[in-house]
């Protein structure tokens, strides 16, 4: 039998100096707004829960509420300007920086460029957006008219469920985030806001690249990949590139909001979020 010195298992025991989360000072606090969808509910208080806490581990204030899951990019935006109210009003914040995951991104880009809320926002990090949409929703729009009504119909009836404040429509969200709209409608009509510092990042996993893929999403990986190239499995890699782009992720669309996160791929999500606090504190925000 091979001796093993003793001090080698108890290297393992050393403890760290500081075994806690460093603290991030920000000069403003986060809002997580999540984007289209609300399957994550049933596993999550909220699509951005996870990572809002990983930033209160670092001290930072920080939210992720919900707003309904399924609707136009218009009433989703307007919700979210409430939330910022109610924050505002009960913390008694200046601004907030805004991390808005996937749909979300558009939501706030309308909230600033059509509602008034440069004053109220900070800074704006959108992840994994479709700004120049994705051809996943044209897939599901194209769909047959007898599988687009009934998954249509579980998404409203799902969305009205778990948030019955507000009318879900899951078609109309679809529609706007086609290539079509979102390049010809969208975009042209809704122009950054001078005064707000805009961050994105994409990500490209599965088909083109060596990043493994949960089973349940290869096919419109390997879908969106035929007609846009590299993506995370709903949006391009080129399609979520706004404002400074600061980095292309390895991670899944869900992975990002630490959603079927295995043991061996959590590091890239701890790291992700850590590099995003970290440029928001780099540029004094």
């Not at 209160?56 to 399924?70: D, E, K, L, M, Q």
């Not at 806001?193 to 990986?221: C, H, I, M, W």
Request: aromatic share 10%; charged share 20%; with cysteine.
């Amino acid at each position: 039998m091979k001796w093993i010195e003793p001090k080698t298992y108890l290297k393992k025991l050393e403890l760290s100096e500081f075994p806690q989360p460093d603290i991030i000072q920000l000069n403003f606090p986060v809002l997580m707004c999540h984007g289209y969808g609300g399957l994550a509910m049933l596993i999550s208080p909220s699509p951005m829960h996870s990572p809002c806490m990983r930033l209160r581990s670092y001290g930072i204030h920080a939210f992720a509420p919900n707003i309904v899951p399924y609707a136009a990019i218009d009433i989703r935006a307007e919700q979210w300007v409430e939330v910022i109210t109610k924050i505002k009003k009960m913390y008694g914040y200046e601004k907030l920086n805004v991390v808005a995951h996937s749909m979300a991104g558009l939501d706030m880009r309308y909230a600033l460029s059509h509602l008034g809320m440069k004053d109220s926002v900070a800074s704006l990090t959108t992840v994994a957006t479709p700004h120049r949409g994705t051809s996943l929703a044209e897939l599901v729009l194209n769909a047959p008219d007898t599988v687009k009504d009934k998954l249509a119909e579980f998404a409203n009836w799902y969305g009205e469920n778990i948030y019955p404040s507000q009318k879900s429509n899951a078609v109309a969200a679809a529609e706007q985030l086609t290539r079509d709209y979102v390049n010809k409608e969208f975009n042209p009509n809704t122009p950054n806001v001078d005064a707000v510092p805009y961050f994105s990042y994409s990500a490209a996993v599965g088909k083109g690249t060596n990043e493994p893929l949960n089973a349940l999403y290869r096919l419109q990986n390997q879908l969106i990949y035929q007609n846009e190239g590299l993506n995370d499995s709903f949006v391009p890699a080129e399609s979520s590139k706004w404002g400074k782009h600061l980095k292309q992720l390895d991670i899944s669309h869900l992975e990002q909001i630490e959603i079927q996160v295995s043991k061996e791929r959590k590091p890239k999500v701890e790291a992700f979020w850590k590099h995003l606090v970290m440029n928001l504190k780099k540029n004094g925000l």
